[in-house]
Nanobody, 128 residues
Framework: QVQLVESGGGLVQTGGSLRLSCVAS????????MAWFRQAPGKEREFVAF????????TYTDSVKGRFTISRDNAKNTMYLQMSSLKPEDAAVYYC?????????????????????WGQGTQVTVSS
């Protein structure tokens, strides 16, 4: 099992930036991909971005392309989400997730069920 702890959330004005971090511990050697999801009040949890742990390839949901950057530091077992040009609709609880199941394409890594480990979430609030 992999344990995940997020940090870096907070209150920011529209157009501002935040960097989220997710530190992984435990059986991290089995991780093949990690992702960020978010959940706004009254809405379902949705995919934001994922990164393959081995080669670092990334995929984003359309609404954050060009504004968010996912990255990882293998030596620190840490994943990041740099968020820029934040909008009120980006406000949500952001969760990091880890998967030990390889996927040849991208579709599976966009799905919540593909992930076995989840963090507790960090709140991002964007004021207009």
């Amino acid at each position: 099992q992999v344990q995940l702890v997020e940090s870096g959330g907070g209150l920011v004005q529209t157009g501002g930036s935040l960097r989220l971090s997710c530190v992984a511990s435990g059986r991290t050697f089995s991780t093949v991909a990690m992702a960020w999801f978010r959940q706004a009040p009254g809405k379902e949890r949705e995919f934001v971005a994922f990164i393959r742990w081995g080669d670092g390839t990334t995929t984003y949901t359309d609404s954050v392309k060009g504004r968010f950057t996912i990255s990882r530091d293998n030596a620190k077992n840490t994943m990041y989400l740099q968020m820029s040009s934040l909008k009120p609709e980006d406000a949500a609880v952001y969760y990091c997730a880890a998967s030990t199941i390889p996927c040849s394409g991208d579709r599976c890594y966009r799905a919540l069920i593909w992930y076995q480990s989840w963090g507790q979430g960090t709140q991002v609030t964007v004021s207009s």
